[in-house]
């Protein structure tokens, strides 16, 4: 049975959200799977995933053929990394210890990079909140400015024309 891991649509129209699955190939997009390896929220920044790395490489050693965004997916998270270093050690190239470690400091790294890009996103929002907060003092300010010197005016008038009432 050729075995595809592959992405299967939930969520509600314009709000996707995808499992990430093991099917056979001839299923439908959304019908029936063998096993669900893990999820995949597009709708966030970063994009949320959640995937059982290791059900993956069990798969993946399996003979299941990821697909093109289910690779991505899976090379993301280190499932692919995880299956090379496997094959690395059933061949003898390196030892189980040595296949770990690498793994694990890769994971390091990763989760680095990512806290990186979550703190520059958080950062680059709050800049651009402090932006639009001083956009809007500065039309508060003109505004004001504005609006001081018409009630003047229209005061002045009021004294002209009571003045003018009075003789």
């Not at 509600?12 to 029936?32: L, Q």
């Not at 998270?77 to 390196?94: E, Q």
């Not at 508060?140 to 024309?161: G, K």
């Amino acid at each position: 049975m050729p075995v595809k891991i592959r992405l299967q649509r939930h969520g509600k129209k314009g709000k996707p959200f995808y499992w990430v699955v093991a099917a056979d190939s001839r299923s439908k997009r959304d019908g029936r799977y063998l096993e669900k390896i893990g999820t995949y929220n597009p709708n966030t920044n970063p994009a949320t995933i959640d995937l059982s790395v290791d059900k993956a490489v069990v798969w993946l050693q399996n003979g299941a053929q990821p697909t093109d965004t289910a690779r991505n997916i899976l090379s993301y998270k280190g499932a692919m990394l995880k299956n090379h270093l496997a094959g690395g050690v059933k061949k003898g190239a390196l030892t189980q210890e040595q296949a770990d470690a690498k793994f694990a400091a890769w994971l390091e790294e990763k989760a680095g990079k990512v806290s990186g890009k979550v703190d520059g996103l958080a950062k680059a929002q709050a800049d651009a909140k402090a932006k639009a907060l001083e956009a809007e003092k500065a039309v508060n300010e003109a505004r004001i400015a504005a609006n001081t010197p018409a009630v003047e005016d229209s005061e002045d008038a009021a004294t002209d024309n009571g003045s003018d009432s009075e003789e």
